[in-house]
Each structure stands twice: as structure tokens, then as C-alpha cells.
């Protein structure tokens, strides 16, 4: 999934590495998290422009040329199985034994740090230019998730907390590092241990190998850090914070729903 993004030193390696490969394999539960036209950069590594140019691609399955959104993703997905191009098997298909996932959802108040925010989208209808208008909603958006995300963090602990002390094995989701430092403040006594973009590689197999071995029941990863991760040891999953794609909270629970659990 990582090369759902063209233009980037992983994905030029990638694309040297599987053009001197007779056989090239991609294998991914999430191949893409957003736009449905990230597949045409993926599908480029296994067989270049095997749906074509890019304004061929979106010319014929997007809205117009250049645009990214496909119209009937249902439709290319058939398409590119009868081109044998994609294989593709669900857990209910072949994990029949799996038990389903179970989710509980917890609403809490907003609180006055969501203030700020509010004060800015009663603004919004005031701004006249198109471009002002974008960068004041993208500021809001930004704001908005992580004032969401700090508010949420005492609640977040404290339900951690009850779980922890219930003898689960907790992956603890979040995206800010402002969310993180709370956890990390509030949840010291628990020696969580982190896997998020601030920890180098080597502190980031060291987290796994502890909460693995039992040395922690609390690991605390980054909402887009849950790529190819083996936790399953955890017995549940909380999300402190949210993502924009759902596909990135489907990923993050798949390291907990295993065989077994």
C-alpha cells in the first residue's frame, strides 16, 4: 500500500526492483486508503500501464482527465480479476471460524478547547474568495481533529485504564503528539511503549519484542504505523483519535483479529 503514491525514492526502488523481476507479486489486505485512482500507481509496479496512461486511466473509470476519484470502483474491481490482474479473498470467505469483530462506541461532551475552532467556522461564511475560503477549512479541519483528540485524551486513559486493569492486551490508536504525550503522561505506571513516527526503527522493534513477550500489556501506535505490524497478542483495539480513511481503522483492528482470538 505503500506505493499508492507515485513520485517517491520507495516507489522509484520499487519500480527498478520489479522491472528486472520476470514475476512480480503485490500482496496487500489495503492496497489503497483514499482515492480509488491510487491503484493505477500500484497496479504500474506489477504490470506498467497495464490500465493504461494516466489520462487514459482516468478518462475512462474517473470523472474526467487528471481526476482521481473513480466512478464505479465495483466496475474496475471486476475488470481487473477477469484481467487477471488482482486475487482477491475476504476473511468471511476464507476464515469462516473467525468470530466477528465487536465494537463499542463512547461519546463524550466538547469541551473549550473545541472553541477556537467554532469561532473560525462561524467566519467561514464571510469569506468570499474561493482559495481563502479552502486554506480557512483545511486550518479548521486540522484544528478541529486534534482539539477533538486532546479533549478526548482523559476519557481515553481512563477507559485504558479500566482495561488494563482488567488483565487486556491493549493496542492504543492515536495520530497527534500532543494525544500521545497525555497517554504517555497519564498511563506511565502501565510502562506503555510506542510505535509512532518519533521512534527510530530499532525503538520501534524493540516496542513490538516487549509487548510480545509480555513485558507490557499496552502498545501505543500511530494510526498509519499499523501497515504489516504482528500485535497479536492484543486482545482489543481503542482508537483515541480517528483517521480521515476507514480503511486505516479496518487495518489497525486486523492486528488483533486473528485465528484465535
Excluded at 474496475?76 to 475476504?90: A, N, V, Y
Excluded at 471460524?97 to 465494537?103: A, N, Q, V
Excluded at 506503555?192 to 526503527?201: A, D, K, L, N
Aim: with cysteine; net charge neutral; charged share 30%.
Amino acid at each position: 500500500q505503500e506505493l499508492r503514491h507515485a513520485g517517491t525514492e520507495k516507489y522509484s526502488s520499487a519500480s527498478l526492483i520489479a522491472d528486472s523481476c520476470e514475476n512480480v507479486i503485490g500482496l496487500s489486505g489495503t492496497p489503497i486508503y483514499n482515492k480509488g485512482g491510487e491503484i493505477w500507481n500500484v497496479m504500474n509496479i506489477l504490470d506498467y500501464h497495464c490500465l493504461g496512461d494516466w489520462d487514459s486511466f482516468t478518462r475512462e473509470w474517473c470523472y474526467g482527465y487528471g481526476k482521481g476519484i473513480v466512478i464505479d470502483p465495483k466496475l474496475l474491481g471486476e475488470h481487473l480479476k477477469r484481467e487477471g490482474l488482482l486475487f482477491r479473498r475476504t476473511k468471511d470467505k476464507v476464515l469462516k471460524e473467525l468470530l466477528p469483530k465487536r465494537r463499542l462506541v463512547q461519546e463524550i461532551d466538547s469541551d473549550t478547547l473545541m472553541e477556537n475552532t467554532m469561532e473560525k467556522v462561524r467566519l467561514l461564511d464571510s469569506v468570499s474568495e474561493a482559495f481563502d475560503r479552502r486554506r480557512l477549512a483545511d486550518r479548521i479541519a486540522q484544528e478541529e481533529r486534534q482539539a477533538t483528540g486532546v479533549a478526548k485524551a482523559p476519557y481515553v486513559c481512563a477507559f485504558v485504564r479500566a482495561l488494563l486493569e482488567g488483565e487486556e492486551k491493549v493496542l492504543l490508536f492515536a495520530h497527534h503528539h500532543k494525544v500521545v504525550d497525555r497517554i504517555q503522561k497519564e498511563l506511565k505506571r502501565y510502562h506503555p511503549v510506542f510505535i509512532t513516527g518519533r521512534e527510530t526503527e530499532k525503538q520501534k522493534d524493540e516496542s513490538l519484542q516487549r509487548f510480545m513477550s509480555g513485558k507490557t500489556d499496552l502498545c501505543v501506535v500511530s494510526l498509519r504505523s499499523a501497515a504489516g505490524l504482528n500485535l497479536q497478542r492484543a486482545t482489543c483495539v481503542v482508537f483515541g483519535e480517528l483517521d480521515w480513511s476507514p480503511a486505516v481503522h479496518s487495518q489497525a483492528e486486523d492486528r488483533a483479529h486473528r485465528i484465535g482470538q
